[in-house]
């Protein structure tokens, strides 16, 4: 169990001093969420094997009491289980399969777009010493120059803020994706924006984008912990002349917006799809 409250966190950060990965992002949600204070260890992408004692290569990673715990599922399913008095992360397995699921449709949909909107911001806000890095390995990884892969995000982002939609749907009448008090489902998501944040250098989403109150409410949580003066503005993205809707301004309508109360609260839906 925790000596004194305290866990040991190991970081992945860039050269601003903004952990870069939504995986340690969402972990260290998490470990704020069960109430720990955090003995940080500081680095970036290369000695990890070397910080952590060749435990892994990848993080995140914490030690409680001795015990080494890896993955951020397994730090998640750790915390919840050996500390139940606390509150649940996950309080009902059915919110682990969602959060995966809206996980794996988040990084389609957003996370590896915005990667290729950012992959030389990130390469170049790399600790100097992880520059090579970082160059060869995301180069392997997107099979092209960073500076080849990044180049048009201009006209590439106003597309991924338009596809952000469902999301934008599911916190229309939801506080949090936890429901009525955020849990690993926000933290989840949340630190997909918070990679993006750490890396964009121009802002991928609306200034009045509706998710904004979701992510600000976020970042403001436990005290500010999104907050870090390294990260640079998600929102100021201004539409251009052709580009989409950067989101939807058209009000609910149809089965997945509107509930069934009687012919009424169907008719006028009934009459625009049916009329000659």
């Known amino acids: 169990m925790a000596k004194d409250n305290r866990i040991t966190f190991y970081d992945l950060a860039l050269s601003t001093g903004a952990t870069i990965s939504p995986f340690v992002w969402a972990t260290k949600y998490a470990l704020a969420h069960k109430g720990f204070d955090l003995d940080v260890v500081p680095g970036g992408f290369t000695g990890i094997m070397e910080r952590t004692g060749g435990k892994t290569e990848r993080l995140p990673a914490i030690v409680d009491d001795g015990k080494w715990v890896l993955d951020s599922w397994g ?30 449709w988040l990084w389609s949909t957003a996370t590896g777009p915005w990667m290729f909107c950012y992959c030389q911001d990130y390469r170049d806000l790399s600790l100097p010493q992880d520059h090579d890095y970082v160059t060869s390995s995301r180069e392997l990884m997107l099979g092209r ?6 180049a048009g995000r201009e006209d590439r982002l106003p597309q991924i803020s338009a596809a952000l939609e469902p999301l934008r749907k599911a ?8 429901g009525d008090e955020p849990n690993y489902a926000d933290y989840r998501i949340l630190g997909n924006f918070l990679f993006t944040a750490s890396v964009a250098k121009t802002p991928a989403l609306a200034t009045d984008d509706p998710l904004r109150d979701w992510v600000d409410r976020c970042f403001d949580l436990f005290g500010g912990l999104g907050r870090h003066p390294g990260l640079f503005p998600l929102f100021g993205l201004e539409r251009r002349e052709g580009d989409p809707e950067l989101f939807s301004t058209i009000g609910p309508w149809g089965g997945q917006e509107k509930r069934n109360t009687g012919p009424e609260s169907t008719r006028a839906e009934t009459e625009r799809i049916t009329r000659k």
């Open 75 to 104: 730090i998640v399913e750790y915390l919840d289980d050996t500390y139940p008095d606390r509150p649940a992360l996950i309080p009902h397995p059915g919110i682990a399969t969602l959060t995966r699921f809206l996980d794996t």
């Open 145 to 150: 120059k960073l500076e080849d892969v990044q």
């Open 171 to 178: 916190l229309r009448e939801a506080k949090w994706l936890g």
